[in-house]
T-cell receptor
Framework: EAQVTQNPRYLITVTGKKLTVTCSQN?????MSWYRQDPGLGLRQIYY???????DKGDVPEGYKVSRKEKRNFPLILESPSPNQTSLYFC????????????FGPGTRLTVL | AQRVTQPEKLLSVFKGAPVELKCNYS??????LFWYVQYSRQRLQLLLR??SRESIKGFTADLNKGETSFHLKKPFAQEEDSAMYYC???????????FGSGTRLSIRP
């Protein structure tokens, strides 16, 4: 089944403890992106990648890192999480290197204490 | 700066009534506009794009560059239309995207 998967789906952690949220797609998509969703703010783009080894900042990149070593994977790394990064995170991918039609993952709910 | 505004957080209409979800954008370049929908317990998914000018599930949206709007419309609401709707703007050669804060549509029987 063609889809975008994210792991873990739920995570509770403490301030400063490095964590990685994985994202994988099996559709051979060029474009991948990370978003955070907060009440009243909609989705805000954190980072995106137009292809392997090509990444760039979205609107809210501070405190996050990403890498794109393989086409299918686009992990989101929080080197030193803080409580203001408590949020619902979505990964998405699209066929072309433009935003196009994006396919979303199920979301990861992160709580930083 | 780029901006997408959805003025209504919640819109409640009766089944069979017309629906209009408002979306206004701010962007000096040529916009690419989308409507995404999230049904209960489902993933966010694309509903329609302005560039394809199609009708999906009875919904249409017309880009009005003069009013910088991309309102979503449906002539007769159905109960299964109840969901969260997000308007989105693609910019910077469409490599970046910005979403509105969303409108929750509730269809009353």
């Amino acid at each position: 089944e063609a889809q975008v998967t994210q792991n873990p789906r739920y995570l509770i952690t403490v301030t400063g403890k490095k964590l990685t949220v994985t994202c994988s797609q099996n559709m051979n998509h060029e474009y991948m992106s990370w978003y955070r969703q907060d009440p009243g703010l909609g989705l805000r783009q954190i980072y995106y990648s137009m292809n392997v080894e090509v990444t760039d900042k979205g609107d809210v990149p501070e405190g996050y890192k990403v890498s794109r070593k393989e086409k299918r994977n686009f992990p989101l790394i929080l080197e030193s999480p803080s409580p203001n990064q408590t949020s619902l995170y979505f990964c998405a991918s699209s066929l072309s290197e433009r935003t196009d039609t994006q396919y979303f993952g199920p979301g990861t709910r992160l709580t930083v204490l | 700066a780029q901006r997408v505004t959805q003025p209504e957080k919640l819109l409640s209409v009766f089944k069979g009534a017309p629906v209009e979800l408002k979306c206004n954008y701010s962007y000096s370049g040529s916009p690419e506009l989308f409507w995404y929908v999230q049904y209960s317990r489902q993933r966010l998914q694309l509903l329609l794009r302005h560039i394809s000018r199609e009708s999906i599930k009875g919904f249409t949206a017309d880009l009005n560059k003069g009013e910088t709007s991309f309102h979503l419309k449906k002539p007769f609401a159905q109960e299964e239309d109840s969901a969260m709707y997000y308007c989105a703007l693609g910019y910077s050669s469409a490599s970046k995207i910005i979403f509105g804060s969303g409108t929750r549509l509730s269809i009353r029987p």
